[in-house]
């Protein structure tokens, strides 16, 4: 990965054009949906550069790269622009390359979805936690509606009986929903995991996997960048670098 770490804000110039080889993120260095995108770059050993955005002040230049005005876009050295995690990583397992990371079968592939769609309730019970804990709200009720929707994961892995979500290896599926459980600490909620066996041993295999290894974020970091970012200090995205 090469590409300058400070995000880009308003007034920036535009980044010059992406070089001949290299898919350019478009990315915000604490965002779960970005990390999608990076763990699926790195899986698949994609020649790739990042351009960090400030997003509370965005640059008017980042619309074109990402007309929704959200990170993860990703852009080509021919003009291709993808934008959308699930979207920019199905691009990526199809268009280059290297270990296919969606299950060819359709079925298996449909059941990869499902899980996804069902992982959705996950995160935005996380959100709604994130929220309350910025408005010093109590978060004692969110967490219990988490928990719940949480079991839907174990159920999922427990009746598979395989070590990942998608089988004998990692696959799609858990590059998609594994950002999240890097933020448990931030959102304490990690206590879920002393009831979810099945879990809990995918989350330790995880953690050997070379992509998530290399896109890993220390608790404390997250912590650092929440801390400033729940004071509307947008310092918050440039947080930990010199
Ligand atoms: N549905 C989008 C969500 C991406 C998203 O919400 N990204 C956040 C950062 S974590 C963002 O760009 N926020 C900027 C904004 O809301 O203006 C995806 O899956 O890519």
């Given at each position: 990965m090469t590409g300058s770490q400070r995000s880009l804000a308003k007034g920036s110039a535009a980044p010059g054009p992406v070089p001949e080889g290299v898919t350019r993120l478009y990315s915000m260095r604490f965002c779960p949906y970005v990390q999608r995108a990076r763990l699926v770059l790195i899986a698949k050993g994609i020649k790739h550069e990042v351009v960090n955005i400030n997003l509370k002040n965005k640059?008017?230049?980042?619309f074109e790269k990402s007309p929704l005005g959200l990170v993860p876009s990703i852009e080509t050295s021919d003009g291709k622009i993808v934008y959308e995690s699930p979207v920019v990583c199905d691009y990526l397992d199809e268009a280059f390359?290297?270990?296919?990371?969606?299950?060819?079968d359709p079925y298996e592939k449909a059941q990869q979805k499902i899980l996804l769609e069902h992982f959705s309730a996950v995160t935005s019970a996380m959100h709604k936690i994130l929220l309350a804990k910025k408005d010093n709200q109590d978060t004692t009720e969110l967490k219990t509606q988490f928990f719940e929707k949480f079991k839907i994961l174990e159920g999922a892995l427990a009746k598979r009986k395989s070590p990942y979500f998608g089988g004998e290896s990692v696959s799609m599926i858990d590059y998609m929903i594994w950002p999240w459980f890097e933020r448990f600490g931030v959102f304490e909620v990690q206590e879920v995991l002393e009831n979810s066996p099945s879990v809990k041993a995918w989350q330790e295999l995880m953690l050997q996997d070379p992509a998530v290894k290399e896109t890993f974020t220390e608790p404390d970091v997250f912590r650092g960048f929440f801390e400033l970012y729940s004071k509307n200090n947008w310092d918050a995205f440039d947080y930990g670098l010199d």
């Open positions: 640059p008017d230049w980042f390359p290297g270990v296919k990371l969606t299950p060819a």
